[in-house]
């Protein structure tokens, strides 16, 4: 494959089953699934704790993209769809999940999912989505109290950065670390448009500025246009990164270093965080349907 | 007497070897990298070995488009002169076509709409600004939402008739409503369409600004994107021509500039 | 290929230094008011300031534009400002001046000429504002409910002035009187918040004093229409504003009797502006203030802007002749000797403001730059189409099209003159450059 | 009753509204169909209204040969024109990207200015006589005077309505503006507009005003018998067809909503407030999304029909007080915030749960009143969500908006 056409951004799809669990002895088992804009997620849960996941990029047809994650996500546990009983569908194409009985939105979902994977003392979700960025309050049950959305910027989006590290040529899983590594910060790229911002980026590389460099002017761009939102909607203690890009670290340690404010480890791959939430969301539904609460 | 242009866009670089503004001798064409002057020189050199020409047979260099600066009296190219897109633009198309009274030039990041007066110049221009919604780079991000080549891109457009209004203001704004299209199940060619009459209608209201007057010519790498070519003519109501490799026009107009050069 | 020309003499203006004191006085004196035991207000540069000024001669006073464009002129402090009013729920499409001052009250920062920033934004007394543009009225409303949350209760009193502009006849009497009406029962409110007694006298030589240094303005810029240019737009900015923030003071008066007087002597000894002056232009509306370099670029091929219908018109006042010329409009028969005689004769002189006839007509504005274009001896009008302004960039396209068709060759640019964020200064530079060359010039040798 | 027949079968045409035209004479076919079936039938005509209002208008106009004039705002004293027997018709976009007004708008300007105008220049609006403007903001403005330069129209005015509503001057000073325009009027048409037309138009107005506010009163119950689109589209079509006509409608309607069941489940009471809007498919999506919209403040819903004509002798004056002292426009509601006030009141008469606010982008009025709005909802329970507008809405992107807004008002309390 020529250095040209290789896609940078095409990220490594994966799958994981945690090999101590069991679904035989369970009461409930459910599922999550989140059809993102760029990336699908499946979690399958026994009582409410993480069993198996699996991600992937979203197709061109999310009915079927849906299938198939639930599927992999399932594979190697011998279960099939229809032994979970009560799945919910988010994220942007959650009405295009066949076997999910109800939909809810993402950002109910990843506040909740936020609460499982980082505890209660989260109180502002970011999460930073592939078209969308989403600053969330919540309180300690994980429940919304109020929520903002970027306006149609892609600057700072997951499909900002994928556009970028194809310009740059640097894988995405290593992006943020290649945007660490410079002396001193440089300014920031000052288009907000992501067509323009990498006609700027582009402009800087024939400079004759390095690829950090122009990486690191990029991620500041974006950290700032987040920044906003996250001044918007109030930022409040703990705070946590939700989302693909918050494997991004030189977003999140961007962020800490301008908010003062260190955002938790997760414990879990925070990129689940909206299927965790539908997952539970599920538990509760189906808890409800046969009279267990 | 030979001349060339060269035309350092956003993207590619284009040559034009002349002979007495009658015979191309040469055009070529190659993508610019991060050393804009390393690029061109390599496109140069490629358009002298289809002629093998020597750099000294050449009696002037004129250089236009966005790297026009990097070439410009530096060896090996040596460029004399540099010239903003929309003169060379003006002079390749009245050259292509005499009757030319609008030229319309989409490249990667820009679009440009050209007046022209007698003789090849430049009457009235207007460039799009800070909106990438009119330019090639529009398509081929939209191409990849679709998850598409962004040469299917036109042919599938052609496919369908539905017409879905898009606000292309901005080309994400443009992105999410394509994804949502994407997610209520609409086809791959109504979205494609949808996205070139988006783009067609953003064109078209830039070059409505300095107005259109007959007869209009579209130039640049989207002229060869045949999906484009149907919603803007319908947005513009006239009929607009395309002349033969399209994107060598500006290169062209460079080229013939260098001449009239050397002619004083 | 790179040309050289011949050169005009050029020298810097004299009066330069005064300005800028007057200018940073301005501000200091507002902010100090109270220790003088004087009265502050707040209000836009377009408000009656003569009318407060009946209140005493220890009345000060704070214009919202001119001190939103002193924020824009630093970027830091305009960006806290941005994000400021951004937190608070405004949208960023709202006018870049309102922004930059809603973010002071709500940073509670004030900025100085010189862009020392001081804590604590000094709340007006009263708000003394007019309004014509959607914005004007709205601007203090919630400069008000801003101040009302801080535990500071700021009486507003707003002039409405949208009562349109007739293109050739006086406007009828019942239009000037529904002004008349709100300045006089302005003068009484005045009174009631303020507690003290109106001196009519004081009144009356506000009204003079503004009457004359509008006058005095419109003189100033007419000696641009001299070959070579004795000022460019890029210093008029720092000289027309007087006008903007005391335009009824005496001092100001004083200022632009001794510039008008230097202006004069520099035409006759053929000073210019821009040494190498050979292409004129004038622009619109407000420039981005964070950007003027641009005017710097220009110069390099030769280019000199000579003002703008902005410069001239915001506070110069100006009239056409029988014989079809724009020119200074004419002193009134006689200084005003009452109350009623003095608000009558600033509503006239100020319904016809040149500034405020294009908020109504797009051929009024297109008439006065045509006039413009030709007594200046102008070769192109660069148009800003400012989104930081929806006021002074209505019909704009419009004024364009005027422009074209009178075979006026227009660059059209997109910007704000507020907000940074909004002007792509590189992007504008080519294709200003591109607009230069494809009009035939050439970059000059340094 | 005859003539109404014939024109009502002329522009309706299709069998299925064949008993549409019979609602106002035939009490014998709603014995029979039942007052369910009128209802519908009702609300299908005022869509029909909307979606055909250009063939309406051509066809009234042929009918009576009497002039139309189009008005970009609400601070357009229709009294007068009705009193002129004039057709007024409102001047709305049609939310396709508005190509063809670059040359003319500045894009910076709001969506419904340029979507205006490009109505005009397509040749939508063709069989309008003239246009008329009430001085509200900067951009209908634009829309007005690109229009008459570009537009071939017979007559064009702008009455310089007087923005300081809650100044006591503007009154008497609106009331000569509506004489000078009255007058003007008169030389156009070529005939007197003597007080006893004027006091017709002011009945006229009073009264399908009037009975649209009773019709709201039904959205006052805790299931609503009329849904927000529908209560928009009863608007909207008011603002596009003869007032007399719609009236006799908006009077069946009246006596028929009490027996209407709707059964749908009215999920959240939402409030909508914002400038103008006609986006009946946004209505539609939310209201589907299991919400229904129990209130509006629109210039294109409430706001219109809210308040009435005084009658007086001194005519023009009493029209000038009702267009002084009406609901006002955020461009003209300063030094107090008085429509502010006007929300929280009828959030709590119309007990909203929520509210959304559709701020039209480049709006400046409309948008700097968020903040007090959302202050001043917020003290009375009452959060809102705002989404900004702009010529298409891209609904995939608000569905989310909508759904989590209304997930945080009702919906998941019990799941956790």
């Not at chain 4, 945080?408 to 309390?413: C, D, F, P, R, V």
Request: proline share 5%; charged share 25%.
């Amino acid at each position: 494959m020529s250095e040209k056409s290789r896609e940078f951004w095409r990220w490594r799809e994966y799958r994981y089953t945690m090999p101590d669990m069991d679904w035989h002895d369970t009461k409930v088992v459910t599922a999550g699934v989140d059809i993102g804009s760029v990336g699908s997620k499946a979690a399958v849960m026994l009582d409410g704790e993480l069993y198996s996941y699996a991600a992937m990029r979203t197709g061109g047809e999310s009915e079927e993209t849906a299938i198939k994650v639930m599927n992999w996500a399932l594979e190697e546990t011998e279960l099939k769809t229809e032994n979970v009983p009560y799945v919910v569908g988010t994220g942007y194409g959650r009405v295009n999940v066949p076997f999910a009985k109800r939909t809810i939105t993402e950002i109910a979902c990843h506040a909740r999912g936020a609460h499982y994977i980082y505890g209660p003392t989260v109180r502002t979700v970011l999460d930073i989505g592939g078209q969308d960025c989403k600053a969330i309050r919540c309180d300690e049950k994980g429940k919304v109290m109020s929520f903002l959305m970027n306006d149609k910027c892609a600057a700072g989006t997951g499909r900002g950065l994928e556009v970028f590290t194809d310009l740059i040529r640097v894988p995405i899983e290593e992006l943020g670390k290649t945007s660490l590594d410079v002396e001193d910060e440089p300014p920031p790229v000052s288009n907000t448009c992501v067509i323009f911002a990498k006609a700027e980026s582009l402009a800087l590389l024939r400079q004759g500025r390095s690829k950090e460099k122009v990486a690191a002017a990029y991620h500041l761009a974006m950290v700032n246009r987040i920044i906003d939102l996250l001044i918007k909607v109030g930022i409040e203690k703990d705070f946590v990164v939700t989302g693909g890009v918050a494997k991004n670290t030189g977003i999140v340690s961007r962020l800490e270093r301008k908010l003062g404010i260190r955002p938790l480890e997760p414990k879990l791959d925070p990129i689940l965080a909206g299927a965790v939430g539908a997952a539970l969301f599920a538990k509760a539904l189906y808890e409800k349907e046969i009279g267990l609460r | 007497m030979i001349t060339a242009g060269v035309d350092v866009g956003a993207k590619y670089a284009k040559i034009v070897l002349l002979e007495d503004a009658k015979n191309i001798l040469a055009n070529a064409k190659g993508i610019v990298g991060f050393d804009i002057l390393k690029s061109a020189t390599e496109v140069f050199q490629k358009a002298l070995d289809n002629t093998s020409l020597k750099r000294d047979q050449i009696v002037h260099v004129v250089a236009t488009g966005m790297g026009r600066k990097a070439i410009h009296m530096k060896p090996p190219i040596n460029a004399g002169e540099i010239v903003p897109e929309v003169i060379a633009d003006a002079k390749g198309a009245y050259h292509l076509i005499p009757t030319v009274k609008t030229v319309i030039d989409v490249g990667a990041e820009e679009g440009r709409g050209v007046k022209v007066g007698e003789n090849g110049k430049v009457r009235d221009f207007v460039i799009n600004e800070r909106c990438a919604a009119g330019a090639g780079t529009f398509m081929e991000t939209m191409a990849r939402a679709l998850e598409v080549g962004v040469e299917e891109m036109g042919p599938l457009a052609l496919k369908s008739t539905k017409a879905i209004p898009m606000n292309a203001q901005c080309c994400v704004f443009a992105e999410s409503e394509v994804v949502t299209l994407i997610h209520s199940k609409t086809s791959k060619e109504d979205i494609s369409k949808a996205i070139h009459d988006a783009m067609a209608g953003r064109i078209a209201s830039m070059v409505l600004r300095v107005g259109v007057e007959k007869d209009v010519a579209l130039i640049g790498g989207v002229a060869q994107n045949p999906g484009f070519l149907p919603p803007l003519e319908k947005e513009l109501n006239t009929e607009i021509l395309v002349p033969e490799h399209p994107q060598y026009v500006g290169a062209l107009g460079a080229a013939l500039l260098a001449l009239e050069m050397e002619a004083k | 290929m790179v040309e050289t020309i011949k050169k005009f003499p050029t020298e810097q203006l004299k009066c330069w230094n005064e300005a800028k004191n007057l200018r940073k006085s301005y501000y200091e004196n507002y902010l100090n008011a109270h220790e003088k035991g004087g009265v502050r207000w707040a209000g836009g540069a377009w408000s009656f300031s003569s009318i407060p000024a009946g209140l005493g001669e220890d009345v000060y006073s704070l214009t919202g534009e001119p001190y939103g464009a002193t924020i824009a002129f630093f970027k830091d402090f305009t960006a806290k400002c941005h994000e400021a009013t951004e937190a608070a729920g405004f949208p960023r499409t709202l006018c870049a001046y309102m922004r930059n001052y809603w973010g002071s009250i709500l940073l509670d920062k004030y900025i100085l000429a010189d862009g020392k920033v001081i804590d604590e934004h000094p709340a007006p007394d009263f708000i003394w504002q007019d309004h014509i543009c959607c914005s004007h009225g709205k601007w203090y409303q919630v400069a008000r409910w801003l101040e009302e949350k801080k535990g500071k209760k700021v009486p507003m009193y707003c002039v409405d002035v949208s009562v349109g502009y007739p293109m050739d006849k006086p406007l009828e009497e019942y239009k000037i009187n529904y002004i008349f009406q709100q300045l006089n029962d302005g003068v009484e409110w005045l009174e009631k918040v303020t507690g003290r007694e109106y001196d009519d006298k004081l009144l009356c030589e506000a009204v003079w004093n503004e009457i004359n240094a509008t006058r005095l303005w419109a003189d100033i810029c007419t000696l641009n229409q001299a070959v070579p240019a004795p000022l460019d737009e890029k210093s008029m900015y720092s000289l027309y504003v007087m006008g903007t923030i005391m335009k009824h003071r005496p001092e100001c008066v004083a200022f632009y009797e001794k510039l008008k007087a230097e202006v004069e002597d520099r035409v006759r000894r053929g000073i210019a502006a821009v040494a190498n002056e050979r292409f004129r232009v004038i622009t619109d509306t407000q420039p981005p203030w964070g950007f003027l370099r641009i005017f710097r670029e220009m110069e390099k091929y030769g280019v000199v802007s000579l003002g703008s219908l902005y410069t001239y018109g915001l506070i110069g006042m100006w009239k056409y002749r029988p014989d079809g010329t724009w020119a200074t409009k004419d002193l009134p028969p006689r200084k005003p000797q009452t109350r009623e005689e003095a608000l009558r004769m600033i509503v006239e002189w100020t319904v016809d403001r040149p500034e405020w006839a294009h908020f109504y007509l797009p051929e009024a504005k297109t008439k006065m730059m045509l006039s413009i274009v030709k007594q200046w001896k102008v070769d192109a009008v660069l148009l800003h189409y400012n989104r930081g302004c929806e006021g002074l960039s209505v019909h704009i396209a419009e004024n364009r099209h005027g422009l074209v068709e009178a075979g006026v060759p227009v660059f059209p640019f997109e910007g704000n003159m507020g907000d940074e964020r909004e002007f792509d200064l590189l992007g504008t530079l080519a294709r200003l450059t591109t607009f230069f060359e494809s009009m035939g010039l050439k970059k000059l040798r340094e | 009753m005859i003539c109404l027949r014939i024109e009502l079968r002329l522009f309706v045409g299709s069998e299925k509204y064949k008993c549409g035209d019979f609602i106002f004479f035939s009490s014998n076919l709603y014995n029979v169909l039942g007052s369910a079936y009128l209802v519908e039938e009702i609300f299908q005509k005022f869509k029909d209204w909307i979606d055909n209002r250009h063939e309406y208008a051509k066809e009234w106009k042929e009918r009576t040969n009497r002039k139309i004039i189009g008005y970009f705002c609400t601070y357009v004293p229709e009294e007068i024109l009705y009193a002129a027997d004039i057709l007024h018709v409102r001047i709305l976009g049609s939310h396709e990207p508005p190509t063809v007004t670059e040359p003319y708008i500045f894009a910076m300007f709001c969506h419904l200015c340029r979507d205006c105008l490009a109505q005009g220049l397509k040749g939508k609006f063709d069989y309008l006589d003239g246009i008329v403007e009430g001085q509200a903001c900067l951009h209908l403005r634009q829309a007005f005077n690109a229009w008459r330069l570009h537009i071939p129209v017979d007559y064009a005015y702008y009455i310089y309505v007087p923005h300081s509503v809650q100044n006591p001057h503007a009154t008497p000073y609106l009331a000569q503006e509506l004489a000078k325009f009255k007058h003007s009027l008169e030389e156009w048409i070529g005939r007197k507009v003597t007080d006893s037309d004027l006091d017709r138009g002011i009945r006229t107005m009073n009264r399908n005003r009037e009975l649209m506010r009773k019709i709201y009163e039904y959205r006052k119950l805790d299931n609503p018998k009329i849904t927000g689109l529908e209560a928009m589209e009863m608007v909207l079509s008011s603002q596009m067809v003869d007032k007399e006509e719609h009236s006799k409608l908006v009077e069946q309607l009246l006596r028929e909503l009490p027996n209407r069941k709707l059964n749908r489940n009215p999920g959240a009471r939402l409030m909508i407030i914002g400038s103008e809007d006609d986006d009946r498919i946004f209505m539609q999506n939310v209201e589907n999304l299991g919400a229904t919209f129990v209130i509006d403040e629109h210039c294109t819903g409430s706001r219109y029909l809210w308040n009435n004509v005084s009658p007086s002798e001194d005519r023009l004056g009493a029209i000038a007080e009702r267009y002084i002292e009406r609901v006002p426009c955020p461009s003209k509601d300063w030094p107090e915030f008085t429509r502010v006030k006007h929300v929280v009141n009828l959030a709590q008469e119309f007990k909203a749960q929520g509210a959304l606010v559709i701020q039209n982008k480049f709006c400046d009025p409309h948008g700097i009143e968020i903040p007090p709005l959302k202050e001043a909802l917020k003290s009375i329970g009452v959060p809102i969500y705002p989404l900004e507008f702009d010529v298409t809405v891209p609904w995939g992107q608000f569905r989310t908006r909508v759904e989590a807004f209304l997930e945080t008002l009702t919906g998941l309390e019990d799941l956790f």
